[in-house]
Structure formats: C-alpha cells, structure tokens
C-alpha cells in the first residue's frame, strides 16, 4: 500500500478499521494497541499498522527505545482516515458493496465485543440503534454533516476516567429516486 493508493483499498479491512477506531483523536503505542486488540497476532497487527503508516494514514510521532526495542506511538495521518465521496464514485459496484460490507461487518465485530465483556452489566445501558429517514437536499445534509461534527468535537477525546468510550457510527443510504 502506498500514499498513492487508495484510501477505500487500505483502510476497509476488519483489523486497519479497528486500529483507526483505537486512535480517534489521540496518540497510541504499540503496546497500547496490542492491550487493547489482544485477540489480534501480534505480527498481523505490525503488519496492518505498517501498511497504515506506508499509506499515510498513519504517522509516527515518537519513537523510543524500551528494552531494546523502539517502540513507536502513533496519530492519525496526513490522509483521512474515511472514503470520501470522489473515492466512492470511482468505485465499480463490487467494491462498493465491499466496502459497506466491511464497515458494517466491523461494526457486528464492535458489538460482539462489547457485549461479550459486559463484566459490569451496563452494556445495554449505553447501547442503542435505530433508523430514520431524512428528506433533505444535498445543502440541508451538508449542514446536517457540519453540525453533527461539532455536536461531536467535545467527545472524541478521552479526557477523564469516568468516560466510556462507545462507537458511534453512521451511514447514509439514499434510496431510489421516486417514479414520476
């Protein structure tokens, strides 16, 4: 992978998805990325981090020696870390589908895992879903995207021990236009 590829090929896979959800918004080690994904090889996760990194997705902030290893800590990249909407019009219908799949794969991935470790038995105290439809125009979903994000902002970064952290994922679905 390199920074010339594209973001679709490089971060639609299971375990690049969940070192991207990791980061958010702050920096990680190595080390805080095997705690946290310890289901995942150690080598397979180096090798999906280096693939992330190669691509610019990923950047290299620090580095520093520990036991005679570097370790390395890392922040999001250069390159968003998303499909945006030029990538997924160049798309064929396969890898577009792939691609969906994948995000809502990883996702099935997410709740397994937060239900299977509900040691604490919140789990469904912070869990919820839904669908609605909107009827907008594409400037009514720019705005709606825009103000989304800032509802967001304050919450992307972990700034305490009583924060949880909860997946928050959207997908937007344009139906058909309507038969006049």
Avoid: C, N, W
Wanted: charged residues 25%; aromatic residues 6%; proline residues 5%.
């Amino acid at each position: 992978m390199s920074k010339s590829s594209p973001i679709a090929d490089v971060v639609m896979h299971p375990v690049r998805l969940r070192i991207i959800q990791q980061l958010g918004t702050r920096q990680v080690t190595t080390a805080d990325l095997r705690a946290a994904m310890p289901d995942i090889p150690q080598a397979t996760l180096y090798r999906h981090v280096a693939a992330l990194v190669e691509a610019d997705i990923l950047s290299i902030v620090e580095e520093r020696r520990v036991r005679g290893a570097v370790e390395r800590t890392f922040t999001l990249g250069g390159r968003m870390a998303h499909v945006d909407h030029a990538e997924l019009r160049e798309m064929g219908e396969q890898e577009l589908r792939q691609s969906f799949l994948t995000f809502i794969a990883h996702l099935g991935e997410t709740f397994d895992r937060a239900s299977a470790s509900d040691a604490d038995g919140d789990f469904r105290d912070f869990l919820g879903f839904g669908e609605v439809q909107l009827h907008v125009t594409t400037a009514d979903l720019s705005e709606i995207q825009a103000r989304l994000g800032e509802l967001l902002a304050p919450y992307l970064a972990a700034t305490g021990p009583e924060r949880r952290t909860v997946t928050f994922a959207t997908a937007l679905i344009p139906e058909p236009p309507r038969q006049a």
